[in-house]
């Protein structure tokens, strides 16, 4: 049974940072293409970010140059460094695996001041 635990969500400020992870589990996370999502209030889902079983990595627009995913295999983690938040980043963060249909609870992200 797939699992997928996300954590470190919170409010920051505009311009501020946050780094997000996901701990995965029911999966053999190296082989294990990772992404980051969000969903802001009466949007849509959206992809933000990807990194494949091997490293390789590609991002929303939106996100390019301010955020970076990276994945430690030993963990089964995949994290999401977030810098230079804006208001409009304000969303509900879930991880998942890109093969499994399966969604964690995931992590509010507010930027405000």
């Known amino acids: 049974q797939v699992q997928l635990v996300e954590s470190g969500g919170g409010l920051v400020q505009p311009g501020g940072s946050l780094r997000l992870s996901c701990t995965a589990s029911?999966?053999?996370?190296?082989?294990?293409?990772m992404a980051w999502y969000r969903q802001a209030l009466g949007k849509q889902r959206e992809l933000v970010a990807a990194?494949?079983?091997?490293?390789?990595?590609n991002y929303a627009d939106s996100v390019k140059g301010r955020f970076t995913i990276s994945r430690d295999n030993a963990k089964n983690t995949v994290y999401l460094q977030m810098n230079n938040l804006k208001p409009e980043d304000t969303a509900v963060y879930y991880c998942?695996?890109?093969?499994?249909?399966?969604w964690g609870a995931g992590t509010q992200v507010t930027v405000s001041s």
């Open positions: 998942k695996s890109i093969t499994q249909p399966v």
């Open positions: 990194v494949t079983s091997g490293g390789g990595t």
């Open positions: 029911g999966i053999i996370f190296s082989f294990a293409s």
